[in-house]
Nanobody, 125 residues
Framework: QVQLVESGGGLVQAGGSLRLSCAAS?????????MGWFRQAPGKEREFVATISWSIGRTYYADSVKGRFTISRDNAKKTVYLQMNSLEPEDTAVYYCAASLRGLSINYANGYPYWGRGTQVTVSS
């Protein structure tokens, strides 16, 4: 059974930083696995933030976070991270960790069959 558990959210002032973690279990980390981060603000659709290929560490980012956010993974701990710097009020959302076992449609929510419950990130101005 796949389980994804996020942590690290909270309240931070604009310009500050947070690091989110996602601990994964029940996944066989083959070469096609991607681990992604998405976010959903109130009244908005869930949107892609970043993703990483588990085997080779290739990363992809949404334009809105390039240069500010960094996705990484720790293979031994089966954990993926999202380092968020220079946070803006527009980054306020619930952040979700997701797993794709087939590596298809990796920039879209429908490419990820497994999801965590999310962690709230609030950036004050």
């Amino acid at each position: 059974q796949v389980q994804l558990v996020e942590s690290g959210g909270g309240l931070v002032q604009a310009g500050g930083s947070l690091r989110l973690s996602c601990a994964a279990s029940g996944i066989t980390f083959s070469s096609s696995v991607f681990m992604g981060w998405f976010r959903q603000a109130p009244g908005k659709e869930r949107e892609f933030v970043a993703t990483i290929s588990w085997s080779i560490g290739r990363t992809y980012y949404a334009d809105s976070v390039k240069g500010r956010f960094t996705i990484s993974r720790d293979n031994a701990k089966k954990t993926v991270y999202l380092q968020m710097n220079s946070l803006e009020p527009e980054d306020t959302a619930v952040y979700y960790c997701a797993a794709s076992l087939r590596g298809l449609s990796i920039n879209y929510a429908n490419g990820y069959p497994y999801w965590g419950r999310g962690t709230q990130v609030t950036v004050s101005s």
